[in-house]
């Protein structure tokens, strides 16, 4: 059992570059998440999706995409990538709200330069 | 927006000590208080939760307590080990939008030392 895996696991971008971030669980979770964490700042809420086909905005959504076409996915995309948009990015699953808490992926490490 | 304040940012402790860490949230209505532990080059793992119904629970080493009146939490470690070092992260539901949600403190770094 894998639980959530996030692929790539680093990236370097220049910045204006695209690029896509994959989540994928195997737990039948309904809910996936994307956060952000950055020094001092914790974990932030990017975007996240109550079941296949929905999405919808977290706290800092600006700058970045998602899409949730199939139950086990959430992909996270960056048009047009920034260097604020430096960070290490953790996907996580749930079942329904947060009644059996959270599984995290091991993370993206990605800088913009 | 809700929030969660988290302190210390950092701790050391030596081993056998105890270490607590200690977190306040704005939202009177949340209801589910998680805690993670993240180390190096991994994802925050869930070591305890606790909800607002009960006041306090333990887990052979680690134990959370709940003040509701107060809106604060926190993470009591005993007989620490050199293995317990990491990044702990509490974290509060917030309901908005028509669902559940976590709010993360920023975390608190915990240096224990043999």
């Known amino acids: 059992n894998a639980g959530v895996t996030q692929t790539p696991k680093f990236r370097v971008l220049k910045t204006g570059q695209s690029m896509t971030l994959l989540c994928a669980q195997d737990?039948?979770?309904?809910?996936m998440y994307w956060y952000r964490q950055d020094p001092g700042m914790g974990l932030r809420l990017i975007h996240y999706s109550v079941g296949e086909g929905t999405t919808a905005k977290g706290e800092v959504p600006d700058g970045y995409n998602v899409s949730r076409l199939k139950k086990q996915n959430f992909l996270l995309g960056l048009e047009s990538a920034a260097p604020s948009q430096t960070s290490v990015y953790f996907c996580?699953?749930?079942?329904?709200?947060?009644?059996?808490?959270?599984?995290f992926g091991s993370g993206t490490r990605l800088t913009v330069v | 927006g809700e929030n969660v304040e988290q302190h210390p940012s950092t701790l050391s402790v030596q081993e056998g000590d105890s270490a607590v860490i200690k977190c306040t949230y704005s939202d009177s209505a949340s209801n589910y208080f998680p805690w993670y532990k993240q180390e190096l080059g991994k994802g925050p793992q869930l070591i305890i939760d606790?909800?607002?119904?009960?006041g306090e629970k333990k887990d052979q080493r680690i134990a959370v307590t709940l003040n509701k009146t107060a809106k604060h939490f926190s993470l009591h470690i005993t007989e620490t080990q050199p293995e317990d070092s990491a990044v702990y992260f509490c974290a509060a539901s917030m309901f908005s939008g028509g669902y559940n949600k976590l709010i993360f403190g920023a975390g608190t770094r915990l240096a224990v030392h043999p």
């Open positions: 606790i909800r607002s119904n009960v």
């Open positions: 737990m039948n979770h309904e809910y």
């Open positions: 996580a699953s749930s079942y329904w709200d947060t009644h059996l808490g959270y599984t």
